[in-house]
């Protein structure tokens, strides 16, 4: 018993010597702290934008945000950095739309859309609208945007590479649920119009 009565006080010296060595190295004064904001507060701006578009609300369960970062003369120049981010508040947290790396299955996107959606002739210039706002054509790339249904799957075109067309695959049910998104880097001739 004395001997688990050792290890235990021990373990807790360890533990308290550890935490009060961490509190004390790693620990900024106030001021310091203070200084170091208002020179990030006077060379950083970033501005929260909620897209307030009827479509985007008649699609998505969730508001969408367009996020702009500035930074600028940090290093006394006058040259400024944008970063912009397109969100999607769940409520629980902000997360980001997934990333189009290759051919990439987008479960979350589909987790994001309303159930009472259907995707059909009516609805999918509205779907195409909503992909504009958040996933982009980069302004330099010549617009190819295109849509079209063609055995049970919506394609949306978004850029076109030596002849070859890349876009979102979008399956859908019988009754126009969409049951799966995916974005394809290539797709096959026998599934293009």
Excluded at 37 to 45: A, G, M, P, Q
């Amino acid at each position: 018993m004395a001997q688990i009565s050792k290890k235990t006080i021990g373990n807790l010296v360890a533990g308290l010597l550890f935490q009060s060595t961490t509190i004390v190295f790693g620990q900024n004064d106030t001021e310091t702290l203070l200084r170091l904001d208002n020179f990030i507060n006077s060379s950083c701006t970033t501005n929260y934008n909620l897209i307030t578009s009827e479509l985007v609300h008649n699609i998505l369960k969730h508001d969408v945000y367009y996020i702009t970062q500035e930074t600028k003369n940090i290093y006394g120049e006058k040259e400024k950095e944008v970063h912009e981010f397109i969100v999607v508040d769940t409520g629980l947290e902000v997360k980001r739309f997934e990333r189009i790396k290759t051919d990439t299955p987008l479960p979350e996107l589909r987790s994001y859309i309303r159930e009472d959606f259907v995707l059909n002739e009516e609805s999918a210039p509205d779907f195409q609208a909503l992909l504009d706002y958040i996933y982009p054509i980069a302004d330099w790339k010549p617009d190819k945007r295109e849509f079209f249904f063609k055995n049970g799957k919506w394609y949306f075109l978004r850029d076109a590479y030596f002849r070859t067309k890349q876009g979102f695959e979008i399956t859908v049910s019988p009754n126009g649920k969409i049951t799966h998104i995916c974005y394809k880097m290539r797709w096959d001739e026998h599934e293009t119009k």
